[in-house]
Every structure is written in structure tokens, then in C-alpha cells.
Nanobody, 118 residues
Framework: QVQLVESGGGLVQPGDSLTLSCAAS????????MGWFRQDAGKDRVQVAS????????YYFGPMAGRVTISRDNVKNTVDLQVRGLKPEERAVYYC???????????WGQGTQVTVSS
């Protein structure tokens, strides 16, 4: 069983940058990949980025792809998402997930709200 806890959300202004962090725990801790997803109000959850836990290979998805960077610390078991140039329409709950995403997400965090407003 893997537990995920996100942090770093909050209120930011348009154009600001933000780093979201996800702390993972569990015994044994053995995941194929971790990633960040975004869920806008009333819409489906969509993938923003993922990282292969063993190799560190990074994958980016959707319209945020050029403005985000995912990184992991496989000693601390954390994964961060750096987001640059936030837009008001990117207000959403951002979730950390773990698993083999080609088969679906096996574990979810509770989510962290990001609000972009002046």
C-alpha cells in the first residue's frame, strides 16, 4: 500500500510559478511511475506529467507541457511539479498519482487546490 500526500497549492497571481510536492510512503515502496494530474471543476481528471520511478524518464501531456517540469527524489520518495506562467483557467485541484499509468492509476493523493487569480 502506498500513501501520497500533496502540498504546495494555494492562491497565486497570473504568470506566477508554483511548485507542488508529493510525499510518498508505504512498505514496500515499489511503484512503476508517479505523476501529476489536474481536475478542473466539473471535468475529468487529466494527466499533466509523469516520471518513471526507476529511470527518471519524464513525460508531459496537454497544454501545460511546455511550462511544467516533473522531478523525483527517490531517496526521500518525493515527486515535485514545477509550474511556470500559471493562467487563471488553470485553477484546479492537482493530484499526485502512482502506478503504471498505461493500465490506470493505482494510488491517489487527496489533491491540492491551485487558484490563479489577480
Amino acid at each position: 500500500q502506498v500513501q501520497l500526500v500533496e502540498s504546495g497549492g494555494g492562491l497565486v497571481q497570473p504568470g506566477d510559478s508554483l511548485t507542488l510536492s508529493c510525499a510518498a510512503s508505504g512498505h514496500p515502496f515499489n511503484v512503476y511511475a508517479m505523476g501529476w494530474f489536474r481536475q478542473d471543476a466539473g471535468k475529468d481528471r487529466v494527466q499533466v506529467a509523469s516520471i518513471n520511478w526507476a529511470t527518471g524518464s519524464q513525460y508531459y501531456f496537454g497544454p501545460m507541457a511546455g511550462r511544467v517540469t516533473i522531478s523525483r527524489d527517490n531517496v526521500k520518495n518525493t515527486v515535485d511539479l514545477q509550474v511556470r506562467g500559471l493562467k487563471p483557467e488553470e485553477r484546479a485541484v492537482y493530484y499526485c498519482g502512482a502506478g503504471n499509468f498505461s493500465l490506470g492509476c493505482e494510488y491517489w493523493g487527496q489533491g491540492t487546490q491551485v487558484t490563479v487569480s489577480s
